[in-house]
């Protein structure tokens, strides 16, 4: 049976962060599975060698990258789950299962609370300066590093 937007944990609205962003509705518990990340399926070499959707932001893009290669893209076909923003010192995680991903909640989620998660993403090429102004966060907590980007310890 489907669920039905009313009975939903999250809604959709203006965010701080980044345009729009995914909040709680209801407490969320730690553990809670969330929302599947849905979009269309490819793969990361094909998705990265389409043309920009947005010339004025032509780095933002609804991309998820799988473990085998292959990535969602949901800009097309994608759910509610492509709001959710990401922090430094995110409340929520990303995990795959099967090639599928999941947002779970990484401590319990108060009404109001942005549902966040650490995009730690990855570019090819050599990392600047530019391309971490690029990929400039603005999360706005004390934990924040700066960049969207995967961590230097965590690249290594």
Not at 74 to 87: E, F, L, P, Q
Not at 145 to 154: D, I, N
Request: charged content about 25%; some cysteine.
């Amino acid at each position: 049976m489907a669920t039905s937007k009313s009975k939903l944990r999250y809604s959709v609205r203006s965010s701080s962060i980044h345009s729009k962003g995914l909040f709680a509705k209801a407490l969320i518990r730690k553990g809670t599975r969330i929302i599947e990340y849905c979009g269309l399926r490819s793969t990361v070499e094909t998705e990265r060698n389409k043309p920009v959707n947005d010339p004025k932001n032509p780095h933002h893009t609804f991309l998820f990258e799988l473990s085998d290669g292959s990535a969602i893209e949901a800009g097309i076909d994608g759910n509610d789950a492509r709001w959710i923003n990401h922090s430094c010192a995110p409340n929520c995680e990303a995990i795959e299962d099967d090639g599928r991903i999941f947002i779970h909640a990484m401590q319990t989620i108060r009404p109001g609370e942005e549902l966040t998660y650490d995009y730690c993403l990855t570019v090819p090429g050599r990392i600047t300066r530019r391309t971490h102004q690029t990929y400039a966060c603005n999360c706005g907590t004390d934990a924040c590093r700066g960049s969207m980007l995967e961590p230097a310890s965590a690249a290594a």
